[in-house]
């Protein structure tokens, strides 16, 4: 049985803890992340977020990194 795109985000957040959108892009093919923190979100599921710097292909860009609170 496929995972939907919100089961794979919350099972990565219950094994590392975080999650940016390049993450979820690059292990998931997931684009729209904000799109299923807001869904885990109303839930009620405690998600935070903050911005971070993360290496892309040329550069560095800020992207958001999810954080699951207990």
Not at 34 to 60: A, E, M, P, Q
Request: glycine letters at 8%.
């Amino acid at each position: 049985m496929r995972k939907t795109q919100y089961q794979v985000v919350l099972g990565h957040l219950q094994e590392h803890g975080t999650i940016t959108s390049f993450e979820a892009i690059s292990k998931y093919g997931i684009t729209r992340l904000s799109g299923v923190i807001f869904n885990l979100k109303k839930d009620g599921h405690n998600i935070t977020s903050k911005l971070v710097k993360v290496k892309t292909r040329y550069h560095y860009t800020m992207v958001s990194e999810y954080k699951l609170c207990d």
